[in-house]
C-alpha cells in the first residue's frame, strides 16, 4: 500500500493544499443529531468488488477515509453476511485516535453492531471474542442465538420475523450511539433506503473498470428514488474520488 497520498478539495471549496487529517476531521464530522452514514467504494463501473472482495478497489486514501470515519463513529453497523465474507477482526483503533475520542468525550472505541436475521454468527470470530467493546447484535423475536453468542454480545430482539430496522436505531440511540456508520453489505444498505433511514453516503470512487459480474453497493426490494445531494468531492493524486452527499 502506497503512504502519504494527498488528498485535495475540489468542490466546494477549491483548494490545492493537501488536507490533513484535522482538515478531514472537520470536513466529514459528527452531526448535531442522530445520524447514520454510509460508507461504500466502487469502481467506475459501479463494481462492488473485485474478486469477490472490496479490498480489491481501496487504496490508502480510501483507507485512510475509511479509518477517519470509525474515529468520529459511536457505533460501527454492519451486517452478518459482510462480517463473514470480509473477514472482519475486532473494531480497534490507534492511540492517536483513540486519544482523539477521548478529548471529544468519547468511549475509546466505537461499538460493533450487527445485523442478523438468521444469527448464523461465530461467537469465536475476533470481531466478537476480541472485541475492546462489547458488541451488540440486532435480530428479530423468532431468531435462535448460537451457543456463546450471548457471552461475547448483547443480543437485541427488534421486529416479530425480520429485523425492525427502525425500530434497532432507536435502541441502539437509546443507549447513546447516536452517530451510525455503515459498512453494508448491500443488502443491508437496500434496506435502510427502503426505511428512509440513510442520511448520508461516503462513496470512494475507484478508478478502476471492472467489467461485468460484480454487485451493485445496493440490493434488495425495489424503492423510489430518494435525493441524497453531493455535500463534497475530494480527490487523490492517485486518481481516487471521495464523494459526500447527504440529507439537508
Known sequence: MTVGIPIRQLWPEPSAQPLDDAALTAIYGRADRPHLRVNFVTS???ALSVDGYSAGLSGEPDKRV???LRMLCDALVVAAGTLRHE???AVRLDERRRAWRRANGL???PTLVVVSGS???DPA????ADAPVRPVVLTHADADPPPGLTDVADVLRCGTDRVDLAAGLDELHRRGLSQLLCEGGPHLFGALTAADLVDELCLTVSPLLAGPGPARIIAGDAVPPRQLPLRHVLAADDGVLLLRHARP
Do not use: V
Open 44 to 46: 467506475l463501473d459501479g
Open 66 to 68: 475509511f479509518g477517519l
Open 87 to 89: 473477514g472482519y477482526r
Open 107 to 109: 468511549a475509546e472505541y
Open 119 to 121: 444469527l448464523d454468527l
Open 125 to 128: 470470530q475476533a470481531a466478537f
